[in-house]
């Protein structure tokens, strides 16, 4: 089955503190994995995806295949990083069709 | 990136009524989706609307009850049907795009968010 679990609702943190926003995955084809951010009044955006092995707004994310994991990172957290951010995997159909299949995401809030 | 708007932002609708949600394009793509976000629930992914095609459907979701339109490559719509409580949605327009780096990536409208009474 293809699933994507983020097992936190809701996580609060303190500016300036380490953050990490927990995501796992189930799927039987090579993963292909991203977050997606969703700040206060404005639309769902790709934050990052795990193939471009980027760093934005210093967060970080690594596949872990044996783990079936992939965290969203950030050494210092800030006011600005308070958001929803959702865990999404790309999956694809026998038809040659993907599709993305969302976790149900983690609000994150940083404290001042 | 893409500019993605949609119409209505809001409604609230009675039990029983239909509701069409407009979905505009600034750039010709080809795949168009539509996602439900259901309170406190991850986003669903009800179908994918190609120009020219009839829409493809995911699991749970059927054609009588979320018809959908495509009539070019800029515009979509979907219509919830026979409209029920359960229905309080928020419902999403997305569409696929050269993004960051070399990679397509899929941006998102605003959402319509749909309260039925």
């Known amino acids: 089955a293809q699933r994507v679990t983020q097992p936190e609702k809701l996580l609060s943190v303190f500016k300036g503190a380490p953050v990490e926003l927990k995501c796992n995955y189930s799927?039987?084809?090579?993963?292909?994995l991203f977050w997606y951010v969703q700040y206060s009044r404005q639309r769902l955006q790709l934050l990052l995806r795990h193939i471009s092995r980027e760093s934005i707004k210093g967060f970080t994310a690594d596949l872990n295949k044996g783990e079936t994991s992939f965290h969203l990172k950030k050494p210092f957290a800030q006011e600005e990083d308070s958001a929803m951010y959702y865990c999404a995997l790309l999956t694809h159909s026998q038809g040659g069709s993907e599709k993305l299949v969302f976790g149900k995401g983690t609000k994150l809030t940083v404290n001042p | 990136s893409a500019v993605i708007s949609q119409k209505p932002s809001r409604d609230i609708c009675q039990r029983g009524t239909s509701l069409t949600i407009q979905c505009q394009v600034d750039s010709q793509v080809t795949m168009m989706f539509w996602y439900r976000q259901q309170p406190g629930q991850s986003l669903t992914l009800i179908a994918t609307a190609n120009q020219g095609s009839e829409a493809t459907y995911e699991s749970g979701f059927v054609i009588d009850k979320f018809p959908i339109s495509r009539p070019n490559l800029t515009f979509s719509t979907l219509t919830v049907s026979n409209m029920s409580p359960e229905d309080s949605s928020i419902y999403l327009c997305s569409v696929e795009r050269p993004g960051q780096g070399n990679y397509n990536e899929q941006f998102f409208g605003p959402g319509t968010r749909l309260t039925v009474l």
């Open positions: 799927y039987s084809g090579s993963p292909e």
